[in-house]
């Protein structure tokens, strides 16, 4: 039976090339501090807020989970740029997703916003059939980082980069923080091998705080305004359907 190719983009790397974590207990140190890079915020823009299930948007507020308010929100938003800033550090993926359902159809361009430095990500939103579609086109590399409790799992066409632990993550967390440091040089060392390869998709767990998949986009930034990837896409998991208003 034919094995799936390595993912070794070890070979042919420069001898001076920063070296990695070597064992999974080298994983529990502390992650070195990265510095934040990405988009000065755009202008001309609506600022949403997310904060759990509710949105705001200036002085209005939505739960796009209800019928009523998804409407109202894709009325204010439709054919507009919009940027996302959660103003909640307990606000999970999950909890936002009929929010993003309704930006992907009606916004023009939607960006988000990093929690701690004024720099801002303009993403494609996919849900998940999306996701699927995208991951059907006949195209190299396909590059994907699945953001895991425990780390980043880099996976492109042709296999996973491995991590320090064979099972683990390609990139774990390092004294329970996200090691960005690692992602951003992990990934500027896949594009040197996808050349061609002009997008990337982050697809975290729905569990994910909605702050720590901002934090995950700073990683595909190599300096300030200079990323690495033409599109960035975030994938989402498909809402629910919505309630009638007249529903509990």
């Known amino acids: 039976m034919a094995q799936t190719p390595s993912l070794a983009v070890d070979a042919g790397a420069p001898s001076t090339a920063p070296v ?3 064992t999974w207990a080298d994983a ?27 949105v705001r948007l200036g002085a ?19 054919g507009r740029d919009v ?16 929010a993003l359902a309704v930006l992907r159809t009606q916004a023009d361009g939607v960006w988000l916003q990093h929690p701690d430095a004024p720099v801002a990500y303009r993403v494609v939103l996919r849900d998940e059939q999306g996701f699927r ?17 425990d780390g980043f799992e880099l996976t492109t066409s042709v296999g ?3 991590g ?13 923080r996200q090691d960005i440091a690692t992602l951003r040089r992990e990934l500027a060392r896949l594009k040197t091998r996808f050349t061609t390869s002009d997008d990337l998709c982050l697809v975290p767990s729905f569990g994910t705080e909605v702050v720590q998949v901002a934090r995950a986009l700073g990683g595909t930034y190599v300096a300030p305004r200079e990323g690495l990837f033409d599109t960035l896409c975030l994938v989402y998991p498909t809402p629910r359907a919505a309630p009638d ?3 509990p």
């Open 60 to 78: 209005e507020a939505f739960t796009p989970a209800r019928a009523p308010d998804s409407a109202r929100l894709a009325e204010r938003v439709r």
């Open 133 to 149: 579609a995208w991951l059907e086109e006949v195209a190299p590399g396909k590059l994907r980082v699945i953001q895991r409790a």
């Open 28 to 54: 529990t140190v502390t992650a070195v501090a990265a510095p934040v890079w990405g988009e000065p915020l755009p202008d001309d823009v609506l600022r949403l807020e997310l904060s759990g299930e509710q």
């Open 20 to 22: 990695d974590a070597g």
């Open 83 to 98: 940027l996302i800033a959660v103003g909640d550090a307990d606000t999970f993926l999950a909890q936002v997703s009929d």
């Open 164 to 176: 320090p632990d064979r099972n683990g993550p390609s990139v774990p967390v390092r004294g329970g």
């Open 160 to 162: 996973k980069l491995p």
């Open 245 to 247: 208003a007249d529903s």
